[in-house]
């Protein structure tokens, strides 16, 4: 499957040049959600609306940062949305152990008449300056626009490895999901098995007596080519490290490919780099490291 995308059409400046009054920025309810819904599947009419009420309903069960909006904002026009902007807020944890506040700035429409009121909307969305809000899918012809809005690059690109063509490591076993959790922090483990019930395939990599965890997202490229997408390790290095195990690990499954984030080609892995798509935004005082896209709307989306 595709990564989510912002709406082609959310720079279209054919809004109606008739004042738009009744319109106020807030934040969306639960009772907003089949409405959302519905609007996100206009602005993306290759999503359904079932894919986004499912989406809607796994970030709605799990466990958020008290104090901020369940699911971000919407711009309502009398009563009725409008506009949305979905905002996935997680606690996560940093490498030195502390805990912070990230959200996934998820895809954002807004409808035509309404189009004067888009960068209000973000910069509503986005003014916290306690929390690093970070964009993961911008369309490439948005860029500019983000940046405008005061995000910058963390990650220019993408690596398509061919993991299973690296030479294994001798001693090491691939566990699929936590089954034990030894090794492994209580945020890692809860992590691994938050992503496995979306649908991801968590793995453990021991080698001795470490633990090395790793969330992988299946998809197809262009609906053909069979990819795993890399969305959680606690460093690239360890991909690396364990290519040729975790690449015949997910060969098996029916895993070609293996894709992750990167600003450049990656050195010990077979495939090549690519910076036409997947640039990442962030905003905020924890830029993310490469290889953590945990709690995103890939997961809890595309998963």
Same mark, same amino acid.
């Given at each position: 499957?595709?990564?989510?995308?912002?709406?082609?059409?959310?720079?279209?400046?054919?809004?109606?040049?008739?004042?738009?009054?009744?319109?106020?920025?807030?934040?969306?309810?639960?009772?907003?959600?089949?409405?959302?819904?519905?609007?996100?599947?206009?602005?993306?009419?290759?999503?359904?609306?079932?894919?986004? %009420?499912?989406?809607?309903? /796994?970030? +709605?069960? #799990?466990?958020? !940062?008290?104090? $901020?909006?369940?699911?971000?904002?919407?711009?309502?026009?009398?009563?009725?949305?409008?506009?949305?902007?979905?905002?996935?807020?997680?606690?996560?944890?940093?490498?030195?152990?502390?805990?912070?506040?990230?959200?996934?700035?998820?895809?954002?429409?807004?409808?035509?008449?309404?189009?004067?009121?888009?960068?209000?909307?973000?910069?509503?969305?986005?003014?916290?300056?306690?929390?690093?809000?970070?964009?993961?899918?911008?369309?490439?012809?948005?860029?500019?626009?983000?940046?405008?809005?005061?995000?910058?690059?963390?990650?220019?690109?993408?690596?398509?490895?061919?993991?299973?063509?690296?030479?294994?490591?001798?001693?090491?076993?691939?566990?699929?999901?936590?089954?034990?959790?030894?090794?492994?922090?209580?945020?890692?483990?809860?992590?691994?098995?938050?992503?496995?019930?979306?649908?991801? %395939?968590?793995?453990?990599? /021991?080698? +001795?007596? #470490?633990?090395? !965890?790793?969330? $992988?997202?299946?998809?197809?490229?262009?609906?053909?080519?069979?990819?795993?997408?890399?969305?959680?390790?606690?460093?690239?290095?360890?991909?690396?490290?364990?290519?040729?195990?975790?690449?015949?690990?997910?060969?098996?499954?029916?895993?070609?490919?293996?894709?992750?984030?990167?600003?450049?080609?990656?050195?010990?892995?077979?495939?090549?780099?690519?910076?036409?798509?997947?640039?990442?935004?962030?905003?905020?005082?924890?830029?993310?490291?490469?290889?953590?896209?945990?709690?995103?709307?890939?997961?809890?989306?595309?998963?």
């Amino acid at each position: 499957m595709q990564p989510i995308r912002k709406a082609e059409s959310v720079n279209d400046n054919a809004a109606s040049a008739q004042p738009v009054t009744g319109v106020r920025i807030r934040e969306i309810r639960t009772e907003d959600l089949p409405a959302v819904a519905a609007l996100l599947t206009r602005g993306f009419s290759f999503r359904s609306e079932a894919y986004w %009420l499912r989406g809607l309903e /796994r970030h +709605a069960a #799990r466990p958020r !940062p008290a104090g $901020f909006p369940a699911f971000g904002h919407c711009l309502d026009h009398e009563g009725v949305p409008v506009g949305v902007i979905l905002l996935l807020f997680s606690h996560v944890q940093t490498d030195d152990g502390a805990t912070i506040v990230r959200a996934n700035v998820s895809s954002w429409y807004v409808e035509p008449p309404f189009r004067a009121f888009s960068s209000m909307l973000v910069r509503a969305a986005t003014r916290d300056k306690t929390v690093t809000y970070f964009n993961i899918t911008p369309a490439p012809h948005t860029w500019p626009q983000v940046e405008a809005q005061g995000f910058s690059v963390y990650c220019k690109g993408q690596v398509y490895a061919a993991m299973a063509l690296s030479r294994p490591r001798s001693g090491v076993t691939m566990e699929q999901s936590a089954a034990s959790a030894a090794g492994l922090s209580a945020y890692e483990a809860d992590l691994l098995r938050q992503h496995a019930d979306w649908g991801c %395939l968590s793995l453990v990599a /021991r080698e +001795a007596d #470490r633990a090395y !965890p790793f969330v $992988f997202q299946k998809h197809r490229v262009k609906d053909l080519l069979p990819v795993y997408r890399l969305l959680y390790c606690r460093d690239v290095a360890d991909a690396v490290r364990f290519a040729g195990n975790i690449g015949r690990f997910l060969l098996r499954r029916g895993g070609v490919l293996v894709r992750l984030d990167a600003n450049e080609p990656v050195e010990g892995l077979v495939g090549w780099y690519s910076d036409n798509r997947g640039r990442k935004y962030v905003k905020g005082p924890y830029p993310p490291r490469l290889g953590d896209l945990a709690f995103t709307e890939a997961a809890l989306f595309d998963g």
